[in-house]
């Protein structure tokens, strides 16, 4: 018989983390291990997919509990700003609270036996979990203060609690382990496990080596494609290209996402690169990108894992990638791709190498191909995951 699992996500946009949990749920549900049913905050396209689908889904409104907070101006101005932040803190939390007897009782009605968080970011597990009494397995797939720089309203012995308090923590890197033991020592249960990001009958399709591509454009195209957002480097991304266009290289940069983009619209005039730099918005299907360009980019600070890098490598791109997070995880430098540490001077350094080297591209492109096919598989991320649950479930 089918586990029936309850998933919970905090948004209901098709990004990353939600993109991976329907690679699960519909591979768990296929293979008949597992009955799905879907919590989110608000209506959204994943609602839709999921109607598609035919997977019960439910929207029952909860509120951050990880939220960016600003400052400025003299100490009074500061300390009231802390107090509002504090308050409007005290709001959100009374909204998730309000809303966990009606998700215990939507639980309740689906008879769901295991809860399956699909983010650090989900608010109120633990109160669900002692409503229903069902097991918490938590997927943690960011390192929300170093990565997105957001404040935890729990502060971090809170969210060190609340992560401990789980059956079974999931993270998708060394990197969400490490951090991760930041908050709770040694004690929490943590399982690693990567994020599967395409079967292998996708890798096998999409794999196409750089000598095919190279040469058939003009300019050398990098692609950079994700959230736009300070901590994910587009600037950096665009001054390392000025740094190649004024050595006279023949490049553009497209960068493919939605986000706080009024700093890098202006960096990109000042910079006068309007004619190379060409910003796409959000996508929901990233592969024609990745098939029309030359290299990828991933310029994030402390990336949790980096879906889109192991899609870019499926498609036989070589990737440049910040040497942070989980990205030194993916990239192995001068094996399957290029790493660097140092800012916009030395991404350009390395940007300018694929450029002038295409054996190199290809080089590094075929071999992140291949090793994206053996270690990231949904086939194996799913099955390591019902692993889990079992073995929760057991554990009772």
């Known amino acids: 018989m089918a586990l029936r699992v309850a998933y919970i996500s905090h948004y209901p946009e098709l990004y990353g983390a939600n993109r991976s949990m329907l690679d699960l749920v519909l591979e768990l549900r296929d293979r008949g291990e597992v009955e799905p049913f879907v919590l989110m905050p608000r209506a959204g396209p994943l609602q839709d997919v999921l109607a598609a689908e035919r997977i019960p889904s439910a929207v029952i409104p909860t509120a951050p509990w990880m939220t960016e ?6 100490w009074y101005h500061r300390l009231l700003q802390h107090l509002r932040h504090e308050a409007a803190a005290r709001k959100r939390a009374k909204v998730t609270a309000d809303a966990m007897p009606v998700m215990a009782a939507q639980l309740r009605s689906w008879g769901a036996q295991l809860i399956h968080a699909n983010s650090a970011a989900v608010p109120g597990l633990v109160d669900l979990r002692r409503r229903t009494g069902l097991p918490l397995v938590w997927h943690i797939r960011e390192m929300p203060e170093r990565h997105y720089r957001v404040h935890l309203d729990a502060g971090a012995r809170g969210y060190g609690r609340a992560l401990r308090a789980a059956d079974r923590l999931v993270a998708i890197s060394k990197a969400v382990v490490d951090d991760i033991r930041r908050y709770t020592g040694d ?3 943590v ?3 990567h994020d599967g990001v395409l079967r292998l009958a996708q890798y096998d399709a999409l794999a196409r080596p750089a000598e095919l591509r190279l040469g058939e454009r003009g300019p050398f195209t990098f692609v950079l494609m994700g959230l736009i957002h300070p901590s994910k480097g587009q600037v950096e991304a665009v001054e390392a290209l000025a740094l190649l266009r004024d050595r006279g290289l023949q490049v553009r940069l497209v960068i493919a996402g939605s986000g706080r983009d009024k700093p890098l619209r202006e960096r990109i005039a000042a910079l006068k690169l309007e004619d190379r730099v060409e910003l796409t918005g959000y996508v929901n299907d990233p ?3 990745f098939k029309a360009a030359d290299a990828n980019l991933v310029c994030s600070r402390y990336e949790a894992f980096g879906r889109v890098t192991v899609e870019a490598m499926a498609c036989g791109l070589p990737v440049i990638g910040h040497a942070s997070g989980g990205t030194a995880e993916l990239v192995r430098d001068g094996l399957t791709g290029l790493l660097y540490t140092n800012g916009a001077a030395e ?6 190498r694929l450029v002038s080297e295409p054996g190199l591209a290809d080089r590094l492109g075929r071999a992140g191909a291949a090793d994206a096919r053996d270690r990231f598989t949904i086939e194996r991320d799913s099955a390591q995951v019902l692993k889990v649950y079992r073995a929760v479930l057991a554990g009772r």
């Open 191 to 193: 399982a690693l496990i």
């Open 187 to 189: 004690t929490a249960n």
């Open 69 to 74: 907070r600003y400052y400025g101006g003299r």
């Open 347 to 352: 991404l350009a350094e390395r940007m300018a």
């Open 287 to 289: 592969f024609p990108l």
